[in-house]
Structure formats: C-alpha cells, structure tokens
C-alpha cells in the first residue's frame, strides 16, 4: 500500500502526521475521544446496563487474568479492542472485548501506538 500523504495534526495543527493526530496528541486526543463517548446517553445507558454489567462481570470471571504479554495480574477492566465509539455492534461483541487489569489499560490508553497488542512499526 502506498504510505498516505503527511497531513496536518488535526488537534495541534502543527505537526504532520500520517494518521489524524501527531504522536503528542494522539494518547490526549484518545482520552479525549473516549471522554466524549463515554458521556454518550445511547453509551451511557449501554454502559449501566443489566446487561453489561452481567456481561461483563461474567467475560471478566471466564478470562480472569489480563490479557498484555507478560503481565500476570487479575483483570478487573473490559477493555473495547477497537474502540466502539458509539457502535452497538463494536460495543457488545464479544470477540472485541480484552480483560484487562488497571495498569494495563491505563498505559494503553497513553500508549503511542495504542498498543493493542500488534504493534505498528
Ligand atoms: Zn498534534
Ligand atoms: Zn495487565
């Protein structure tokens, strides 16, 4: 695939980055994206759920550790692979679901690379 052309940073709109936003940017512009969906109503209700909550209380029993290479600690956080901004199918599929334990997922969420687990070179 041909690489795409260096654009803009579409938060600082001063580095350019091949992607939306450069490297600084992107681990605040993520946790600003998952900010607002998490204050999506529609994921909002999702989120406080009956049925989320057994769900996932049930996927975190069934994949009791942590799903990061190398990491051996008990997962107590459901992590969206991709993230679901908003989609219901993103959002209750299974297959896209990580157990996670808290550190874990607090690096990934400032990870450059997003780190999920195929890293970009
Ligand atoms: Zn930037
Ligand atoms: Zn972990």
Redesign the pocket.
């Known amino acids: 695939m041909p690489k795409a052309p260096k654009k803009p940073c579409y938060r600082c709109k001063r580095s350019l980055t091949q992607e939306k936003y450069c490297e600084k940017c992107k681990p605040k512009a993520k946790v600003q994206e998952k900010k607002r969906y998490s204050k999506d109503p529609k994921v909002k209700k999702w989120l406080n759920s009956a049925r989320y909550k057994n769900e996932r209380k049930q996927f975190l029993i069934e994949n009791p550790y942590?799903?990061?290479e190398g990491?051996?600690?008990l997962?107590n956080i459901l992590d969206h692979r991709i993230p679901h901004k908003g989609d219901y199918d993103l959002f209750w599929d299974k297959s896209n679901w990580d157990p996670?334990?808290k550190?874990?997922?607090d690096r990934k969420t400032a990870s450059k690379d997003g780190g999920f687990g195929n890293p970009r070179r």
Do not use: A, G, V
Request: net charge positive; glycine share 0%; with cysteine.
């Open positions: 942590c799903c990061s990491c051996t600690k997962s996670k334990c550190s874990c997922h």
